[in-house]
């Protein structure tokens, strides 16, 4: 007779200490974001220093509780594998000496019924999420976006939110005007043009603990740090941009009208999506596409 192999079904004490487990891990997921949206709060949005910490260190709590998480979940796994294998020998040792046993569906059919209950409460917690984010800032500010792209025939093009995304999103719009400009060069050039007109962008950089303009040395490490870090860019960046591409430069955002840097050059604009709520840090820029005709794709 064909012995029972007990970690191929694992019991019901098991998957309920996963879940446990499980239910443990979101609701501290839940806490970490509180805090990170409690840090955010902290800091200044023109102290980009701070805020480059900010990122740094936000980057640290979620990487170790990630990988708290994965080596808690491997644990379990191991320790609820040790523990089957003893129950196998167990089970094969009894099987020896009994004849005709019955198959062992009621086990098989009650795994079935609790993975089915945990996919259900799985689902109802992705609705629940969903109800909840209808009402939420980030929703409502992607609807008014949509709707002020789609009256133009276009639509977002979603940029990586890894401190380059204004650059990204330039580098984005130039590739459709077959220039190949990469991020590292245009916060090279950048850095460079601020560099060299320094009159034109010294008075509006100010520091945020003494509400001072900046000197000569910290307006030398902001432009440093353009170039050899992956700090933010803004419209002080946006007008050197538009200076040294000789374009304008369009920021299309939800509850305000449109701004345009580099006004005075007739090429076509690059058009940016200023987004506040788009991440949990705040502030993000992504680039926009044509949006696609559903007749015409559909070739009707």
Request: hydrophobic share 35%; aromatic share 4%.
């Amino acid at each position: 007779m064909e012995a029972i192999h007990a970690e191929e079904l694992p019991d019901e004490e098991e998957e309920e200490e996963q879940e446990q487990l499980l239910k443990r891990h979101r609701k501290e997921k839940k806490e970490l974001q509180a805090k990170i949206q409690s840090m955010k709060n902290a800091v200044p949005k023109n102290d980009k220093k701070r805020r480059k910490q900010l990122i740094e260190d936000v980057a640290k709590l979620e990487g170790e509780m990630e990988q708290r998480h994965k080596e808690e979940l491997e644990h379990l796994k191991l320790t609820s594998l040790a523990k089957n294998k003893i129950d196998s020998v167990v089970v094969n040792i009894a099987s020896l000496d009994i004849e005709n046993q019955q198959p062992r569906i009621s086990k098989a059919q009650k795994r079935r019924e609790k993975k089915a209950a945990l996919e259900k409460e799985r689902e109802e917690r992705i609705a629940e999420a969903e109800i909840e984010n209808l009402s939420g800032a980030r929703h409502l500010e992607n609807q008014k976006l949509a709707r002020i792209l789609a009256a133009r025939h276009l639509e977002i093009k979603q940029i990586p939110s890894d401190g380059h995304c204004m650059y990204r999103a330039i580098e984005d719009q130039l590739k459709e005007q077959d220039c190949p400009l990469t991020v590292a060069t245009l916060r090279s050039q950048t850095a460079e043009y601020m560099q060299n007109h320094v009159e034109d962008f010294l008075p509006f950089l100010t520091n945020p603990n003494t509400g001072d303009i900046y000197t000569s040395e910290e307006f030398g490490k902001y432009c440093d740090d353009i170039v050899n870090t992956a700090a933010w860019g803004g419209q002080l960046e946006l007008r050197a941009l538009s200076h040294i591409l000789q374009t304008p430069i369009e920021v299309i955002q939800a509850d305000s009208p449109p701004i345009v840097v580099g006004e005075e050059y007739s090429n076509k604009p690059l058009t940016l999506v200023y987004m506040r709520h788009a991440y949990g840090l705040g502030e993000h820029y992504n680039s926009v596409k044509q949006l696609m005709d559903t007749a015409t794709e559909n070739g009707s």
